[in-house]
């Protein structure tokens, strides 16, 4: 009698931060993410569920919205391909500003027939202690705890982290630097607050070109940070610098990455590409890698493939002007 052949199939996941809702890149999120061919996508800062809805009918996939925990609207969602046996959306009010969206899907796979993704928003706010780590940390508890019970199953945790990895290089002398060129190219501008912050689209009719003679697209407007006035006569005067760059670099918290890997999550990208940056964040002025898609045990021994797309692994020139993000991509033998 012969043996029956088990059935294994790769899983293609897909994180990736759309940037408040994708207003006036819609078009381009679309086709990016339709490029991926991915089986699940899991989004960040969905403010727009409509354009989630046509998002999910474009591609031909199902759709779940976990609203926020703060009520911001700053939602996440699962798009999937694969059939949503059951979803939860865990609120943790007054821990969470986001909200932990856990989705259970059917793989078609014999070797994993059920998966478990995760999907998190975590906090920036890197103006608070211990730039924004404090807060995180506390997020991961939460989200920790909705495991308890399933910790054992196969699963994933994906999404924008705001977190470095320990060991990870940040681009901080490059990104002051592209930061004062934004400045002296006056598409920054002073605000009475003391604030720099982007030019917006509409203010005048030079302000999408100039946007575009600077290298970004004007459309990504939202995506550029505000800071405070006095940070940029301090650009003035910092050399683009390794050193440098470590230097602020360790003055980054870096507790977040290190608790989940600690607790025996395995970071797919830099698992399978121990010294590529892997940089995720901004499309803009590629400086961090945010975005991680983490597996447990059962699915790190799965973990085929884990590329930014938009980099060399993965090519795709509109992933840079889609969002301020690069979608992240992993792939497991199911």
């Known amino acids: 009698m012969s043996r029956a052949r088990t059935r294994t199939r790769l899983l293609r996941v897909v994180t990736y931060n759309i940037l408040l ?58 798009l999937s391909r694969l059939p949503v046996r059951r979803w939860r959306n865990h609120t943790h009010r007054g821990r969470m500003l986001r909200s932990h969206l856990e989705t259970v899907l059917t793989t078609g796979g014999d070797h994993v027939p059920e998966l478990h993704l995760h999907s998190v928003h975590l906090a920036a706010r890197f103006g608070e202690r211990k730039k924004g780590e404090e807060r995180r940390r506390r997020e991961l508890d939460a989200l920790l705890s909705d495991l308890t019970e399933t910790a054992d199953a196969p699963h994933l945790i994906a999404g924008d982290f705001n977190s470095l ?85 360790g003055t980054i918290e870096r507790g977040t990455v290190a608790r989940l890997l600690e607790a025996g ?7 399978l590409h121990p010294r590529a940056h892997g940089y995720t964040c901004a499309t803009w002025m590629p400086a961090a890698r945010i975005d991680y898609v983490f597996a447990n045990s059962v699915m790190a ?5 884990c590329e930014v797309v938009g980099s060399r692994g993965w090519p795709d020139r509109e992933a840079t002007v889609a969002s301020d993000h690069h979608p992240l991509l992993a792939e497991f033998a199911v």
């Open 165 to 249: 990895a320990p060991g990870d290089h940040l681009e901080a002398t490059a990104f002051f630097a592209r930061m004062a060129e934004l400045r002296r190219a006056r598409v920054l501008v002073r605000q009475a607050n003391g604030l720099v912050a982007p030019k917006r689209v509409g203010e005048d009719a030079a302000v999408d070109e100039a946007w575009l003679r600077v290298g970004v697209d004007p459309r990504l407007d939202v995506g550029i940070p505000v800071l405070p006035f006095v940070v940029y006569p301090l650009t003035a005067l910092l050399p683009r610098s390794r050193v440098v760059d470590r230097v602020l670099g």
């Open 265 to 271: 999550y395995v970071d797919a990208y830099r698992h």
């Open 21 to 78: 809702g994708g207003a006036r890149r819609e078009e381009r999120i679309t086709e990016v993410l339709r490029r991926t061919g991915a089986d699940v996508i899991t989004l960040q800062e969905v403010s727009n569920p409509a354009f989630a809805a046509e998002l999910a009918r474009s591609l031909g996939m199902e759709l779940v919205i976990g609203h926020a925990s703060d009520g911001s609207g700053i939602n996440l969602a699962v």
């Open 301 to 305: 021994a799965r973990l085929r493939r």
